[in-house]
């Protein structure tokens, strides 16, 4: 990996040039001993080993401006180069078996741009959006068929927000925003692949944010999202993993936090978010008993408590802190689907420092909670029963820092 970062000022505008280059290989060995005569050809026992190789390329440079009347505006243009390799192979004491592989280019060049005009004093519209155009070429196989494709395209995701201080302690905005993810290609159970769509975002959010000079800081905000044309995992008969369309989905829900200091060198920090994301329309138009989507949890809750104080000339803080995840599924696909989630995490931290030198103990997961994190680990043998990822047993770690 290698970033680069140039800043300065052109005329009155602050200019910033970044470019990052990333070579990234993963590879992983699963056991396919329980699909791999049945679905491959090859007798058990067997690994299914895949390698990938994921190469980015991109650099973006932008012009921005705050003038002393509140008018504050930012320009830039953007160049993404993206190349990702697949190779899966099925492996036992006779040799290798190709299953899988796939080769994808994306590059993608944009402008985008945001503006914030002041209407008045205490009110404020912020116009922004990236216009954009991309070239995807891709090619999967999957056994000996091959399928290519090349999709060019261009659009706009448009952002609009509107915002209104009122008074000192309130701050009040609307905001919209839509965002477009690509499409592929992807393997299917009949030993070929074929092409899913870009799915696309559209958010309007609502929200609050309140303090006052008694400590307390309020933020409340209201959201509701439209998803079209959604991407989803799905398991293949042979235990590969495929993506398709499912339909269209609808979020809505609300978040609320509150940062609350009762009393000097006291903090207490609160926060839930209630959501409902389900689909509201499948591809193909079948009714499905279980409409909420995948991994995302109903609601989640958090709550933190901490002190800072001084001990024998060194300064502390210590802190406890309480979340919550509700229960979540795994995927729509009947074959993948898994409950998962509805677990509590405690963590407690203690940092003394002294001049250069610190010490921090912390304890992470206080009361042992073994819950599923992600219901999913080998598609290969996931028919045979629950497959868990538990959560990180409770642990204690102490540290020493100095700084120079």
Known sequence: MAALRVAGKLGDADFVYAGNWVDHDVSSTLDASALSASAFGVPAPALYVEQRRNRLFDQEIRLSHTGSGGLSWLAGLSFMDVRNHLLGTISNEAGDVTVATGTQGVRELSAFGDIRVPLSRTLSLDIGGRLFHSRTEEERGAKRARVEVSVSRSGFTPSLALSWQAGGRDFLYLRYAGALRPGGLSQTGTGSAERFDSDELQTFEAGWRHSNPAGLTINADAFLTTWSHLQSDYLLSDGLIGTRNVGDARIHGAELSVDWAPA?????????????????????????????????????????????????????SAGVRLNYLSRSRLSFDPGLDRQMGDYALADVDLLLRKGTWGIRMAGSNLFDCRADSFAFGNPFSLGKGPQYTPLRPRQWTVGFTRSW
């Open 264 to 316: 000097r060198d006291w903090a207490l920090s609160a926060g839930l978010v209630v959501q409902s994301a389900l689909l509201t329309k499948t591809s193909d138009g079948t009714e499905i008993e279980d409409r909420h989507l995948p991994v995302i949890p109903r609601w989640t809750a958090r709550w933190g408590l901490s002190r800072s104080f001084e001990l024998g000339g060194w300064n502390g």
